[in-house]
Nanobody
Framework: QVQLVESGGGLVQTGGSLRLSCAASGSTFSSYSMGWFRQAPGKERDFVARISWNGGSTYYADSVKGRFTISRDNIKNTVYLQMNSLKPEDTAVYYC?????????????????WGQGTQVTVSS
């Protein structure tokens, strides 16, 4: 099993930046592909980005491509989401998740472990 704890959320103005972190503990972090998802009030949890176990492959939702960057540090057991040029529609609770399934997994059902989420609010 793996335990995930997100941090780094907060309130930022349109056009600003935030970096989210997700610290993992428990099982072998480097054996998991990691994903970020987000959920706005009243909406489903949506895929944001995913990174392979060794960081060699990344995949993004069209809505964040070119603005967000996912990365990982397997020494620190941490995955990051750098968010630039933030928009009000990026406001949501952001969750990190872990999966052992290969490929650009975008469904919540593909991920076995989840963090508790961190709130990101972008003001206009």
């Amino acid at each position: 099993q793996v335990q995930l704890v997100e941090s780094g959320g907060g309130l930022v103005q349109t056009g600003g930046s935030l970096r989210l972190s997700c610290a993992a503990s428990g099982s072998t972090f480097s054996s998991y592909s990691m994903g970020w998802f987000r959920q706005a009030p009243g909406k489903e949890r949506d895929f944001v980005a995913r990174i392979s176990w060794n960081g060699g492959s990344t995949y993004y939702a069209d809505s964040v491509k070119g603005r967000f960057t996912i990365s990982r540090d397997n020494i620190k057991n941490t995955v990051y989401l750098q968010m630039n040029s933030l928009k009000p529609e990026d406001t949501a609770v952001y969750y990190c998740a872990a999966t052992r399934l290969p490929g650009p997994r975008v469904r919540t059902d593909d991920y076995s472990y989840w963090g508790q989420g961190t709130q990101v609010t972008v003001s206009s």
